[in-house]
């Protein structure tokens, strides 16, 4: 089981193997493939630092403790009609994507996002409505 936060729902859709540092970058791609490979994972929704911030880079102000992230982190859940402590399978939370979500809102929730401008994340929406999974990471 992984737990998650919000946020990261999203930003899963759209990861194409980059990230925040190398270490980073193998986390995610590691619990990436995990999902994409087993969509019936076991998902705890957490509120705050989750199995994705673990290996954030330690360089500064802690990204994963800033109130913007927790509030898209509200945001996401609330979209998703999801909420901190449940456990459900990824493939549970792809197919609330399917009901709940259009690539257009990745604009207004994920709004200041530096990642939102490459586009990515809403085409992994599109890629999730289309019943095609989580992309291949290379």
Request: include cysteine.
């Amino acid at each position: 089981m992984y737990t998650l936060r919000g946020h990261h729902l999203f930003c899963l859709l759209g990861y194409r193997g980059m990230g925040y540092s190398q270490e980073y970058v193998e986390n995610m791609t590691r619990l990436h493939r995990s999902l994409r490979d087993n969509p019936k994972t076991w998902i705890l929704l957490v509120k705050g630092p989750d199995n994705l911030c673990e290996k954030y880079p330690n360089s500064g102000e802690y990204h994963c403790l800033d109130k913007h992230i927790y509030e898209r982190d509200a945001a996401i859940l609330e979209k998703l009609g999801l909420r901190i402590g449940q456990i459900l399978k990824w493939e549970d939370i792809e197919s609330r994507i399917r009901k709940n979500v259009v690539p257009s809102d990745i604009q207004s929730i994920c709004e200041s996002c530096s990642w939102r401008t490459y586009g990515v994340c809403e085409q992994g929406v599109q890629d999730i409505l289309d019943s095609k999974g989580l992309r291949e990471v290379k």
